[in-house]
Structure formats: C-alpha cells, structure tokens
C-alpha cells in the first residue's frame, strides 16, 4: 500500500494565530499605578475607557472611577447597573496588594468587557498584566505618545 505524502506547501498556508495586544498610554499607566498606591493595603479599581480594532488591538486611553465602588484587602468591585451606557466602556483595572499580578477564580467570574489589567505590588510599570476572560496572557505595551 502506497503512503500519501504530506504536501509541505499546506504548511505555509496555515493562518497565523491571532494575536491581540494592549495598548496603554503612558498616562493611564501612571493613573493605574497612582490609584493602586492610594488604596493599598486594599485593591482599588478602575474602568478603562479605550476601543478596540478588528486587528485585535486594544487601546486604552482613560480610566474612569466606578460609581458607589468598594475595596477591601482581597477584594474590589462596583455595581454595573449604576454604570451609564457607554461602549467606549472596555474592561477593568485593578491592583492586587499581594505578590501575584496573575487573575483569580473570583476575577474571572466577575469579568467585565474585553480585557482586565492587573497590578500587583510594589505597583510599578513591571508588575502591569492584561488578560483575557480566561484568564490568559495578552501582550501588553506601554506607549508614550
């Protein structure tokens, strides 16, 4: 019996897999970091304001502070009923006081918008994350433009 051969064009064919990125301004860094220091030993939280493109980047460039939001040491959170409707609306920020800048189960299931950015402390450009829904990795870039 003959073997069918592979046809090693078909491998240049394959799609790319998607990659999407975060883009943050320098400024919305820096509000994240700030915001993050005033409210240690408790999380803090923001919304981030920005839009995304088909490409899959994610721009963010403004952070607006929940309405009627609360803090303590594990945990932070808003209602979302009292938020305006507003699609430029593209996700959260919020600090972790401990050492882990990674989303937990309670993270997850509270998910809201496309992107969630993470940091953790000592609260600096190094310990900023972004994740997805599932909690994976998404590249993150600081722009100064």
Do not use: C
């Not at 408790?42 to 088909?54: A, D, M, Y």
């Amino acid at each position: 019996m003959k073997k069918k051969s592979k046809n090693k064009g078909a491998d240049s064919k394959e799609k790319e897999k998607f990659q999407r990125n975060v883009i943050l301004t320098r400024q919305v860094a820096d509000g994240i970091i700030t915001y993050s220091k005033t409210y240690h030993p408790n999380e803090g939280i923001l919304i981030l304001h920005g839009k995304s493109k088909r490409s899959g980047e994610i721009r963010i460039d403004g952070l607006v502070v929940p309405p009627f939001s609360s803090h303590g040491p594990y945990y932070s959170g808003f209602p979302t009923n009292e938020l305006p409707m507003d699609l430029s609306y593209i996700g959260t920020a919020h600090s972790h006081p401990g050492g882990s800048n990674r989303p937990s189960l309670e993270d997850l299931n509270h998910f809201f918008g496309l992107v969630s950015i993470i940091i953790n402390f000592p609260y600096d450009y190094k310990t900023i994350a972004a994740y997805d829904r599932n909690g994976n990795s998404i590249n993150l870039i600081i722009d100064d433009s």
